[in-house]
């Protein structure tokens, strides 16, 4: 193959040749556009903004716009520059002498920087302006940008710089007042699902708007990395002999179908913990990562309050998801819907720091699902106020609720942890028993929920084992792990510490007191209370 007919990813292919074609930047070409009809130009330009939203593309336009000479040769600078004219091809293609691109990450020394500023002195050989771009200033060297400083606060007449970065807080601030700076802002998911179709419509292929919807999310406001997704679906479908569909987008990106998202947020909201725990796993099945699941569910959860406050319509959201999320945000309180975000944002803060972030996910749904059981606590305040019967369990928030189901009786349950120890001996489990006494600290009690946090290192099965005692112990399906929350000290400790306290009490009696100042050699003999009432 050519290098003519060299295949060209489409993020090169589809790089902004003009000011019109940069995405979601109109203010900072109207500022530009102004500032050179007016002859107002900076001698030095930063411009900053996240990957791919078109830093070095612009800073290529800027320099085509001030060198442009026009279609006859007269021209000036200008914000729409011809493209045919010498210095505007040569700028396209890269090679002109006069327009010198540097990367910063490979040019981080003083040494390399004095290079930069002896060559300025020297007059442009046929452009109108000497211009330096340079790609990801903030990895100069402090000697680097000390030595730039000079030279850029007073440069020549015919030199001009333009900076761009990605962590602008990088630089320093003597830098940033000598540069007019421009924040390229992230590109909205519709415009740039909008731009995704005119570049399908342009290679002749095809695609589906959902899936042109879920690469422009997962771009991130980045036109660059759509584009390199993109024209990764499009080699995925070729393969598969038709158009790229939503399905092989979610698939090749290992995301989660917004469709099952919506369904398990409803189980939750249902708070039937069985269905939410096995949908989670046909997404893990699929290969989509819990972490993914659950800021799935936190989107889900925005959605339903930024419907419930009147917000604009996602252009992204399909009409199906739009009605669900209305339908939602009218049963559902800013109360409800404010403890299921902060829930979620717990659930995913472990869930991304834990070594099983599956069973992380889960017991965070767990948590979810108990919730839902719970009345509001503003409602649960009054109610204590007013002196109300409290009922066993709210009903559930869902659009659609679950089939009524006979209450489980609560009698089985021990009424504290202490007791459940107890009765795990008197079931016939000793090392369980024991175990749980001296060596784990509780950290939230709530049956059929224990979560424990081991105090010293644990079988490797110890938390299997004690889920399948439970069940056999009181007829239900426990949920037992642990999580980041405090732990109280254990069993044994506690009682360890109770014992010391009491005999500290005995020994600052002053009877006891006086004793010891008449019999220096004496020792307090440990007794129990028992012993003491029958002594």
């Known amino acids: 193959m050519s290098e003519s007919s060299a295949y060209r990813v489409l993020a090169r292919k589809y790089r902004p040749q003009r000011f019109s074609e940069l995405i979601g930047q109109d ?166 699902a909008a731009h995704f179709a005119s570049v399908i419509e342009k290679e002749g292929a095809q695609a589906e708007d959902e899936a042109l919807a879920l690469i422009a999310r997962a771009a991130e ?4 990395d759509g584009l390199s997704i993109l024209d990764q679906a499009i080699a995925h479908a070729d393969m598969e002999g038709g158009e790229v569909t939503a399905a092989q987008v979610r698939e090749m990106l290992g995301l989660s179908d917004r469709g099952a998202i919506r369904r398990l947020f409803g ?12 949908a989670l796993r046909d997404q893990y099945d699929l290969g989509v990562d819990p972490v993914g699941v659950i800021r799935g569910l936190l989107e889900a959860v925005h959605g339903v309050t930024m419907a419930k406050m009147g917000g604009g319509l996602d252009p992204a959201q399909s009409a199906e998801e739009r009605e669900a ?16 975000w902060q829930l979620l944002l717990k659930g995913h803060e472990e869930t991304v720091r834990s070594a099983m972030p599956l069973e992380a996910a889960e017991m965070a749904l767990l948590r979810i699902v108990h919730a839902s059981e719970l009345p509001d606590p503003a409602e649960l305040l009054r109610r204590m106020s007013s002196g109300e019967a409290m009922p066993v369990a709210a009903a559930p928030a869902s659009a659609a609720p ?66 399948a005692a439970l069940k056999t112990m009181t007829g239900t399906a426990w949920a037992v792990g642990s999580d980041e929350s405090e732990a109280q000290p254990s069993l044994l400790q506690q009682e360890q510490a109770a014992e010391a306290a009491a005999k500290q009490a005995i020994l600052d009696t002053p009877i006891v007191k006086a004793a010891f100042e008449a019999f220096p050699d004496a020792e307090l003999i440990d007794y129990s209370t028992s012993e003491q009432r029958s002594a």
């Open 27 to 192: 203010a900072m070409v109207q500022t530009l556009g102004n500032a050179i009809k007016r002859g107002r130009l900076a001698h030095a330009f930063l411009l900053t903004g996240v990957r791919g939203v078109g830093k070095t593309s612009t800073a290529r336009l800027i320099a085509k716009a001030l060198n442009c000479i026009g279609p006859g040769g007269q021209g000036g600078p200008t914000i729409d520059p011809c493209g045919v004219c010498e210095p505007c091809r040569e700028i396209a293609e890269g090679r002109n002498i006069d327009v010198i691109e540097m990367d910063a990450a490979s040019h981080t020394g003083v040494d390399d920087m004095r290079a930069v500023i002896d060559a300025a002195r020297l007059a442009a050989f046929g452009a109108r302006f000497k211009v330096y771009i340079i790609d990801e200033v903030h990895m100069l060297s402090k000697n680097a940008f000390n030595a730039l400083l000079k030279t850029l606060e007073e440069p020549p007449e015919h030199v001009k710089f333009l900076l761009a970065t990605t962590e602008v807080n990088k630089v320093p601030v003597t830098i940033l007042s000598r540069c007019q700076r421009f924040d390229l802002r992230r590109i909205p998911a519709d415009k740039l």
């Open 325 to 340: 999320m209305g339908e939602w945000a009218s049963r559902l309180s800013f109360a409800q819907l404010h403890r299921l």
């Open 402 to 467: 679950p089939p009524p189901a006979p209450e489980a009786p609560r009698a089985h349950y021990p009424a504290t942890f202490p007791d459940l120890v107890e009765l795990m001996g008197k079931s016939g489990k000793p090392l369980l028993a024991q175990q749980l006494h001296d060596f784990v600290g509780l950290q939230r009690y709530a049956p059929p929920e224990l979560a424990v946090k081991p105090l010293k290192p644990l079988p490797g099965d110890f938390f299997r084992d004690l889920t």
């Open 221 to 224: 406001g980045s036109a660059r």
């Open 267 to 278: 189980q939750l909201l249902g708070g039937d913990a069985g269905a939410s725990l096995k």
